[in-house]
């Protein structure tokens, strides 16, 4: 049982380079997200799904794509590579909202 | 003003000392509690739900005050194992919000 997998660790990307990074969960959880963690704001929702085909927006969506094609994977895309995108992201799933696993994150630095 | 309002510490405490923390949110539809933990470059975990009753683990008591709008989190008997970074959560269905407090730190001190 290895929880919420993301990979990669560490990206380092130049301005206007696009990526994804993966995410998958083997809980079968319902709910899935990504957030982005910067010094001294905590956390913030990026993208939501509740369910395979379901996504949602959370309070800082602009630059990033999501899709959720099964229940166990939720890929997030950046689209052009901003500085300002540099930061740590985490997937989490949970089976209730609020209640979530964490996967290990990625460090993404924008050059 | 910020929807989760902690206080970013650090507390440095002693070993063995009782510390408390509190977070305040401002939106009266807030529905769920949570605490977590996050230690220093790793993922957050899920510590404890907070109940309108209050609830224990352990050596970990949370409680609501929904009247005052705030949560807390008491750690008895501290161990060094405590240091952490300690982050409330809150829940808005009615707007699809979880919004993450700012987080506390606490250190413990031999």
């Known amino acids: 049982n290895a929880g919420v997998t993301q990979t990669p660790k560490f990206q380092v990307l130049k301005t206007g380079q696009s990526m994804t990074l993966q995410c998958a969960q083997d809980m079968n959880h319902e709910y899935m997200s990504w957030y982005r963690q910067d010094p001294g704001m905590g956390l913030r929702l990026i993208h939501y799904?509740?369910?395979?085909?379901?996504?949602d927006q959370g309070e800082v969506p602009n630059g990033y794509n999501v899709s959720r094609s099964t229940t166990e994977d939720f890929p997030l895309r950046l689209l052009s590579a901003a500085p300002s995108q540099t930061s740590v992201y985490f997937c989490?799933?949970?089976?209730?909202?609020?209640?979530?696993?964490f996967g290990s994150g990625t460090r993404l630095t924008v050059v | 003003r910020k929807e989760v309002e902690q206080d970013p510490g650090p507390f440095n405490v002693p070993e063995g000392a009782t510390v408390a923390f509190n977070c305040t949110y401002s939106n009266s539809a807030s529905q769920s509690f949570f605490w977590y933990r996050q230690d220093c470059r790793k993922e957050p975990k899920l510590l404890m739900s907070?109940?309108?009753s209050g609830n224990e683990d352990g050596r970990f008591t949370a409680q609501l005050n929904r009247a005052s709008q705030y949560i807390s989190l008491l750690i008895r008997d501290s161990k060094l194992s405590d240091s952490a970074t300690y982050l409330c959560v809150v829940t808005v269905p009615s707007a699809s919000k979880i919004i993450f407090g700012s987080g506390t730190r606490l250190s413990i001190r031999p």
């Open positions: 799904s509740v369910g395979a085909g379901i996504t």
């Open positions: 989490a799933s949970s089976y209730s909202r609020g209640q979530d696993t």
């Open positions: 907070v109940y309108s």
